[in-house]
């Protein structure tokens, strides 16, 4: 009997977690955790041999050490023990898919089949937001008795934006952002099949639509970066020919389904440009929400630097130093760990993600790669996903957490792949 491979039965087992991985979370979670298993299994002797690991491993270990000092060892009122341990399960994809799911994206062959497959799992998210949107089609939906859920929230309901599948219109946003630039990169690449390259384009301006429609700035953002980061200045002039090809498109589905025109939301969009600007003063700086937190945010990190106050305070102890807004987390990454675990772990982990980007695009340029291979548009992607959380948070979304951590994996491959 030959011998079983397991390693490409994780491969497989990988695919198919990434393509539940949006519409079905709780499904493609178990499968991504079972090709981890499989490449442990497999992999685990080379688990100390790749330096990359060690930051992981010692965040780890500081996240542990912060919930047992504020856990068990702490007094404060302000611990929800529950919220507190169920906090390190947020961490876990960066542990376990940082280390183990290099085998399944090393190549560049891997990684192009991870691009479509992650364009291929925002099908479902594209095909609720046209429920929603479009049809006006609202849930929650829920089957397997709550194990999948599509929220499509009814306008008023929580946001007059569209948020598809998710709860948040900004997750919907960041889920159709990390995709945009391996659309891009698939219609590049495609040379014969004049067909797939067509629907391609299309499925382009259609994620480009339902991004506008999510009202996210941070989405808007991704859109500017992911052409902007490859094409330089002909960006613009691709931006126009994207424009002009989306509107009679935009048009038809206006009259068909009664959605609202793309000129709506670039106009909302260039107001709220031009609204800044020309308020653009430093007691307006000082008086905007955002600041408001952040300054709160600081506070609470000075008051305990090295471990931090532990996972689930920040809503409560936002509110106990004077906050007005009733917001969960400080839409800022780096102040949110730093204020849950401390400026320790903090560091380790920013400084890990700057020197992983850093190092693979270096690696990009010293192995004169074109920037239209994969791994150019793959750094591109991690690039918008990072920037993303400068401004909001997808830790606390277990399945954009995920796809985040695979991303991050891959900028470690890339580096691996110089050696």
Same mark, same amino acid.
């Given at each position: 009997?030959?011998?079983?491979?397991?390693?490409?039965?994780?491969?497989?087992?990988?695919?198919?977690?990434?393509?539940?991985? !949006?519409?079905?979370?709780? $499904?493609?979670?178990?499968?991504?955790?079972?090709?981890?298993?499989?490449?442990? #299994?497999?992999?685990?002797?080379?688990?100390?041999?790749?330096?990359?690991?060690?930051?992981?491993?010692?965040?780890?270990? #500081?996240?542990?050490?912060?919930?047992?000092? %504020?856990?068990?060892?702490?007094? &404060?009122?302000?611990?929800?023990?529950?919220?507190?341990?169920?906090?390190?399960?947020?961490?876990?994809?960066?542990?376990?898919?940082?280390?183990?799911?290099?085998?399944?994206?090393?190549?560049?062959? &891997?990684? #192009?089949?991870?691009?479509?497959?992650? +364009?291929?799992?925002?099908?479902?998210?594209?095909?609720?937001?046209?429920?929603?949107?479009?049809?006006?089609?609202?849930?929650?939906?829920?089957?397997? %008795?709550?194990?999948?859920?599509?929220? &499509?929230?009814?306008?008023?309901?929580?946001?007059?934006?569209?948020?598809?599948?998710?709860?948040?219109?900004?997750?919907?946003?960041?889920?159709?952002?990390?995709?945009?630039?391996?659309?891009?990169?698939? $219609?590049?690449?495609?040379?014969?099949?004049?067909?797939?390259?067509?629907?391609?384009?299309?499925?382009?301006?259609?994620?480009?639509?339902?991004?506008?429609? *999510?009202?996210?700035?941070?989405?808007?953002?991704? @859109?500017?970066?992911?052409?902007?980061?490859?094409?330089? +200045?002909?960006?613009?002039?691709?931006?126009?020919?994207?424009?002009?090809?989306?509107?009679?498109?935009?048009?038809?589905?206006?009259?068909?389904?009664? @959605?609202?025109?793309?000129?709506?939301?670039?106009?909302?969009?260039?107001?709220? +440009? =031009?609204?800044?600007?020309?308020?653009?003063?430093?007691?307006?700086?000082?008086?905007?929400?955002?600041?408001?937190?952040?300054?709160?945010?600081?506070?609470?990190?000075?008051?305990?630097?090295?471990?931090?106050?532990?996972?689930? *305070?920040?809503?409560?102890?936002?509110?106990? %130093?004077?906050?007005?807004?009733?917001?969960?987390?400080?839409? %800022?990454? $780096?102040? &949110?760990?730093?204020?849950?675990?401390?400026?320790?772990?903090?560091?380790?982990?920013?400084?890990?993600?700057?020197?992983?980007?850093?190092?693979? =695009?270096?690696?990009?340029?010293?192995?004169?790669?074109?920037?239209?291979?994969?791994?150019?548009?793959?750094?591109?992607?991690?690039?918008?996903?990072? +920037?993303?959380?400068?401004?909001? $948070?997808?830790?606390?979304?277990?399945?954009?957490?995920?796809?985040?951590? !695979?991303?991050?994996?891959?900028?470690?491959?890339?580096?691996?792949?110089?050696?």
């Amino acid at each position: 009997m030959k011998d079983i491979d397991l390693l490409n039965i994780g491969k497989k087992l990988f695919n198919l977690g990434i393509i539940f991985l !949006i519409s079905a979370p709780s $499904i493609g979670g178990l499968l991504l955790l079972l090709s981890s298993i499989i490449s442990f #299994i497999e992999r685990r002797s080379l688990l100390f041999k790749n330096i990359w690991n060690y930051p992981i491993f010692l965040s780890f270990g #500081i996240i542990l050490l912060s919930s047992f000092r %504020n856990g068990i060892l702490s007094k &404060q009122e302000v611990i929800n023990h529950k919220e507190l341990w169920s906090g390190l399960f947020n961490w876990l994809p960066l542990l376990i898919f940082f280390i183990f799911i290099p085998p399944y994206i090393y190549s560049k062959s &891997q990684k #192009i089949s991870f691009s479509k497959l992650i +364009i291929l799992s925002n099908f479902p998210l594209l095909i609720s937001c046209f429920l929603q949107k479009s049809m006006g089609i609202y849930g929650p939906f829920s089957v397997l %008795n709550g194990l999948i859920i599509w929220y &499509q929230r009814m306008p008023g309901e929580t946001t007059i934006s569209t948020t598809g599948l998710f709860n948040n219109p900004n997750y919907t946003g960041f889920s159709l952002a990390i995709s945009l630039p391996f659309i891009i990169f698939n $219609i590049i690449n495609i040379r014969k099949n004049k067909l797939a390259k067509t629907g391609l384009i299309i499925l382009l301006l259609i994620t480009i639509y339902y991004i506008f429609s *999510t009202n996210s700035r941070n989405a808007f953002l991704s @859109i500017f970066l992911s052409f902007i980061l490859p094409f330089g +200045i002909k960006s613009i002039i691709i931006s126009t020919i994207i424009l002009i090809a989306i509107m009679p498109i935009n048009i038809i589905f206006s009259y068909l389904f009664g @959605i609202d025109s793309l000129l709506i939301y670039l106009k909302q969009f260039f107001d709220g +440009i =031009y609204s800044s600007f020309s308020s653009f003063r430093i007691e307006t700086i000082l008086s905007s929400q955002r600041f408001e937190i952040w300054s709160k945010s600081i506070k609470m990190i000075l008051e305990k630097p090295l471990l931090g106050w532990g996972a689930g *305070t920040f809503g409560i102890l936002y509110l106990l %130093n004077g906050g007005i807004y009733g917001t969960q987390h400080s839409h %800022n990454i $780096i102040l &949110q760990i730093s204020q849950s675990y401390g400026l320790p772990f903090s560091i380790t982990i920013c400084t890990t993600v700057v020197l992983l980007i850093l190092n693979a =695009y270096k690696n990009i340029l010293k192995r004169k790669e074109p920037d239209t291979s994969i791994n150019y548009f793959w750094l591109i992607s991690v690039i918008v996903a990072t +920037i993303h959380q400068l401004f909001d $948070i997808v830790l606390f979304e277990g399945r954009l957490n995920i796809i985040y951590c !695979i991303l991050l994996t891959g900028s470690k491959t890339i580096i691996m792949n110089n050696k």
